[in-house]
């Protein structure tokens, strides 16, 4: 498991350049039995047209790169606190 855990933080990394530069970022919050769960970070939290299509995107490149990926779902950050 850790090996598929280093590969989905490397695709991760691969694509995070994009992310920053609208502003930004998706975290790896975790993996369980097919299912990627990402922390969205920034503008990411707030808008969700933007974040439909950026978790959409990411989906995209993590199942390309992942086969055995089924879905990816975001992890809200706890009430009250910043998204950083």
Known sequence: MIEWVEKIIEVLDEIRPDLIAEGGDVRLAGLEEG??????????????????????????????????????????????????
């Open 35 to 84: 299912v990627v769960y990402v922390r969205m970070v920034g503008p990411f939290t707030a808008w969700c047209q933007t974040k439909r299509r950026v978790l959409r995107d990411v989906e995209r490149v993590l199942k390309a790169r992942v086969p055995w990926i089924e879905r990816i779902e975001a992890v809200c950050p706890p009430p009250g606190s910043q998204a950083q």
